[in-house]
């Protein structure tokens, strides 16, 4: 259909700052399409698979199955462990907070389940780099969310259902 214009690589630098700036202004379709300029030039550019995995995000809200499964595809190019843990935690925390606004039945224990996701992920980053704050304060930002919603439980699990004894007499077939 169209055959896209390549970014010239000096480039690289304002256009990274540009896809920062849409985000900002909550345009992550043009911040999405930038990033993807950038990774045409350096598959591997660390910010702009960040910024990009942040543009998926903040797509949730329009488009969840489509740019939940794209975040983590680009989250797992991170180049270290704690950007893939950390950066997993934000895609299943921005998840989580899509079902806890939309609402509806069951969405609470949906929404509780990606916030413990994003928790187990925060943890471990926080292992890797003790050092940052970062997963610290996203994790309370997590514990704060579900302790202040009380919709927010884990799903409870159904009992098991008893076995049907026929009674006397029956046969197993």
Known sequence: MFELKPLDPDAIPAALEKAKHYRLLNEPLEAESICLDILELEPDHEEALATLVLSLTDQFDRRLKKTFTEAREVAARLGTEYDRSYY?????????????????????????????RA???????????????????RWNTCARIIMHHPELIPEPHAPAAPFLDAGPGSHDI
Do not use: C, Q
């Open 88 to 116: 997993g935690g934000l895609i299943y925390e921005r998840r989580a907070k899509v079902h806890l606004e939309r609402g509806g039945p069951g969405s609470g224990h949906v929404a509780y389940d990606w916030f413990r």
């Open 119 to 137: 928790m187990e992920n925060y943890d471990a980053a926080a292992k890797i780099d003790p050092d940052t704050s970062d997963p610290i304060l």
